[in-house]
């Protein structure tokens, strides 16, 4: 069962990343590009392929295609949501941040919920 804190921080961190697409500290790996150049390539070939399906069987692929890519996606927002908490903890544990009144706020904030 999962802390209330913790969930909250986790909602608030999902939507930290979601929000601003556009800034200049986003990340992008070459690594994914090519993956997505990749996909690109088979897509002619997968579209053949689900064109020749009868009905049931292609629904079948798709709802484990799109099974899949959820899973993909919530994998992806743990590991980024792990790697905020152990950049954190490294932070602290480094003495760069500690805590103080503003972190005792927002942490009453996610105890108890925000103000209306």
Not at 61 to 69: F, K, S
Not at 85 to 97: E, M, R, T, V
Request: hydrophobic residues 35%.
């Amino acid at each position: 069962m999962k802390n209330e804190v913790t969930e909250k921080l986790e909602l608030f961190l999902q939507n930290l990343r979601c929000e601003d697409a556009e800034r200049e500290t986003l990340v992008h790996l070459d690594s994914c590009w090519e993956e997505t150049e990749r996909l690109a390539g088979l897509e002619e070939e997968y579209t053949q392929v689900m064109d020749g399906l009868d009905q049931r069987s292609r629904a079948i692929l798709e709802n484990y295609i799109e099974q899949m890519l959820s899973k993909a996606f919530a994998e992806q927002q743990e590991a980024y949501l792990q790697g905020l908490l152990d950049a954190f903890q490294i932070l602290c544990g480094l003495g760069i941040l500690s805590t103080n009144q503003n972190v005792e706020k927002i942490i009453d904030c996610l105890k108890n919920g925000l103000p209306e």
